[in-house]
């Protein structure tokens, strides 16, 4: 059980696309999404905290208007990361807590998106 | 100073060997503690989860936790290749909505 998929796994683009990844509870419904980013041989640095149907919660530092926090349901959220830059590129990885008996489990993660800008 | 401070490594390890992981943490409201399990270009998976002091025992993994020492280990005993990997460990003092996370410590394991 608690089972997080993440989709795209990776991804190449041009400078000044945004980009799109989605983040999906499969086998729970997911009450807060997490999104964090992760620098090669480093820990997880917290971007956001997404509750579904409200605004995300930006840590301090992290662009609002560059990474768009959707979590429009309680299977899925999404982060785009916007006009995107070599500077973006980066481990991009979801977690989510669940309702009823995943309520009191610690947060369950995705397999990760890499983002590469070219 | 970290919250939470993790020794990043890396540490070497032949096969079959017991391996120590450890963490310490400052802030002593923290009740809930875990270890990911981190292979490379993959996401955390969670491997132990406790709650305050004491032991927990999963096969070959044993979590310990000292809150007195603000000190917390994760023991592999007859240690694997496949056990390579990096290991996060995380704590947080009730909402599992603000976990703070150690550096990681990279583990090989050596045939």
């Known amino acids: 059980g608690a089972v997080v998929s993440q989709h795209p796994s990776w991804v190449i683009c041009k400078s000044g696309t945004s980009v799109k990844i989605e983040c999906r509870s499969l086998?729970?419904?997911?009450?807060?999404m997490f999104w964090y980013r992760q620098f090669p041989k480093q820990s997880l640095m917290l971007m956001a905290t997404?509750?579904?149907?409200?605004?995300?919660?930006?840590e301090q530092g992290v662009e609002k208007d560059k990474f768009l926090i959707n979590h429009a349901s309680l299977t899925l959220s999404t982060l785009t990361v916007t006009s995107a830059h070599p500077e973006d590129s980066s481990f991009y990885i979801c977690?989510?807590?669940?309702?009823?008996?995943?309520?009191?489990?610690?947060?369950?993660f995705g397999d990760g998106t890499r983002l590469s800008i070219l | 100073q970290k919250e939470v401070e993790q020794d990043p490594g890396p540490l070497s390890v032949p096969e079959g060997a017991i391996v120590s992981l450890n963490c310490t943490y400052s802030?002593?409201?923290?009740?809930?503690f875990m270890w990911y399990r981190q292979y490379s270009r993959k996401g955390p998976e969670l491997l132990m989860y406790?709650?305050?002091?004491g032991n927990k025992e999963d096969g070959r993994f044993t979590a310990q936790v000292d809150k007195s020492s603000k000190y917390i280990s994760l023991f592999i005993r007859d240690s694997q290749p496949s056990d390579s990997a990096t290991y996060l460990c995380?704590?947080?003092?009730?909402?599992?909505?603000?976990?703070?996370f150690g550096a990681g410590t990279r583990l090989t394991v050596k045939p």
């Open positions: 977690s989510a807590i669940g309702t009823g008996t995943y309520s009191n489990q610690p947060q369950h």
């Open positions: 406790t709650y305050s002091s």
């Open positions: 995380a704590m947080s003092a009730g909402n599992n909505n603000d976990m703070r």
């Open positions: 802030n002593s409201a923290f009740q809930y």
């Open positions: 997404s509750n579904e149907g409200s605004k995300a919660t930006y």
């Open positions: 086998d729970f419904q997911a009450t807060t």
